[in-house]
């Protein structure tokens, strides 16, 4: 919206700042941290009020967790996405179709995962909507995304897939690509999913993970950048670094309330979201792989639960005594206020891994 208002820059010269992606990316962090933080406190208070014994928490967890997390609402992800939402609709550039597709996939796997809380709080069971149900809709939704992005981009690098560290070798997938890009995007919604089990631990490495990828959007969608760079120049996708400013200030203003001891949790509603964004801008931006490595703390968190998984059912055991990863440290005694920290820590380290791949080619 008030992009717009660059139109009016040859009347009054000051309006022209609107253009710039970099101004709008700041308005976006700070309306969407202000937005989460003025009105965090009265959701809060009205889902607490509905909710009554908030979301339940897994028998089969730590027995830590039902002593000192039970009662605490969910559906936190309402305050993220609406921050999100108002803050993107307000800086971005909404004639770009890569925001659009960004912001309608986010919101429809927002719409997902609030379902998927409503059955478990109405209940009081962890089994929310059934997971093939689920998945069926998450990937529907994902492959509508890639279907745009790939429509919308420039040929042929729409269905190219970039390889990290090399400079001109590219695999051309033809509508392969399409698969590729939906299993991305499904794979990095559960995996940010999986992760959120600890205060904290979820929303900091995605406000890192979201940071690194306004940075990459921004030098992807600048012709002059990229090209220095020697980066794949994808038109229109800088637009999305408006997209990432938004997210990391409606992380930061979650972040208030979701801080040791939480006042609320995200619950599917944001953190199944939050990771169905982070892999369509990843799609959007032609670093796909890049997402593995800036949010391999997500990929690893999903991989321990699929070897648990596997483990028990072909050979009976178990290879952590608890997944997702974190409780498996929960469960050697490690304090929470430690794991996440550490977890912190690494996602900033990858993070870092993830920029270098920019500059290593």
Known sequence: ??????????????????????FRTGGAVITALLFVFLFG?????????????????????????????QGTPTMGGLMILSGLAVSVLLWGN??????????LLTLVYGAVGLYDDYLKVTRQSADGFPGRIKLVIET?????????????????????????????????????????????IVGAGNAVNLTDGLDGLAIVPV??????????CYLVGNALFSDYLQ????????????????????????????????????????????GGALGTIAVA???????????????LEAVSVIVQVASFKMF?????????????????????????????????VLALAGLATLKLR
């Open 1 to 22: 919206m008030f992009y717009w208002l660059a139109d009016l820059a040859p009347d009054i010269a000051a309006l022209n700042i609107f253009r710039y992606i970099t």
């Open 41 to 69: 406190p009265r959701v809060i208070k009205s889902l607490r009020v509905r909710q009554g014994k908030g979301q339940p928490i897994r028998k089969d967890g730590p027995e830590r967790h039902i002593l000192q997390k």
């Open 94 to 103: 909404l004639s770009n179709p890569y925001v659009w597709v960004v912001l």
């Open 140 to 184: 529907a939704a994902a492959l509508a995304a890639t279907t745009t992005i790939v429509w919308v981009g420039p040929e042929p690098l729409s269905t190219l897939l970039a390889i990290p560290f090399f400079k001109d070798f590219t695999i051309q997938l033809g509508w392969l690509f399409i698969p590729l890009g939906t299993f991305i």
């Open 207 to 216: 406000m890192i993970a979201a940071a690194t990828f306004g940075f990459i």
């Open 231 to 274: 980066l794949h120049f994808v038109p229109g996708t800088g637009e999305l670094a408006v997209v990432c400013g938004a997210l990391v200030g409606a992380g930061l203003g979650f972040l208030w309330f979701n801080a040791p001891p939480a006042l609320i949790f995200m619950g599917d509603t944001g953190s199944l979201a939050l």
């Open 285 to 299: 931006t032609k670093h796909e792989l890049v997402l593995a490595i800036v949010g391999g703390l997500f990929m």
């Open 316 to 348: 009976g055991t178990r290879v952590f005594r608890m997944a997702p990863l974190h409780h498996h440290f929960e469960q050697k005694g490690w304090p929470e206020s430690t794991i996440v920290i550490r977890f912190w820590i690494i996602a900033v």
